[in-house]
């Protein structure tokens, strides 16, 4: 899977020891997990910490 450069708002790796964090806001769930799926690919799934949040969309899952 590929993800376009429209689907994340600034993501950051922090790298301390070989351990990694993910920050940063992406527009869905699944663009988050493929990610943090590729970042466990290469540092391992021990070391990695996902703070990746999931922009809200305006009226998404809204019914009002």
Known sequence: NKIAASDIDDISLETDNGNVQIKG???????????????????????????VNVADRVGAGSND
């Open 25 to 51: 806001t992406v527009t869905t769930e699944a663009v988050k997990k493929e990610i943090a799926a590729t970042v466990r690919k290469v540092a391992g799934p021990a070391k990695v910490t996902d703070k």
